[in-house]
């Protein structure tokens, strides 16, 4: 018998995932709402990417 996970722990997962991504969008000055596109497939790596190596707003706001 295969073990059988319910639904409602990937939407845990999910959500734990979620939270600290979007307190990390949030500090780099951006709309906490991008981390729910960890959520799409493939979207999720490439706009991983997109936060890492884009300059931040909260650093552009800091500048001299």
Known sequence: MEP????????IAGILAVI????????????????LLLFIPLVNIIMMYVFAFNVWPIERSRAP
Do not use: C
Request: no cysteine; net charge positive; aromatic share 24%.
């Open 4 to 11: 059988h996970f319910h639904p409602f722990f990937g939407l």
């Open 20 to 35: 600290p991504a979007w307190k990390i969008v949030s500090k780099a000055g951006y709309n906490g709402a991008w981390s």
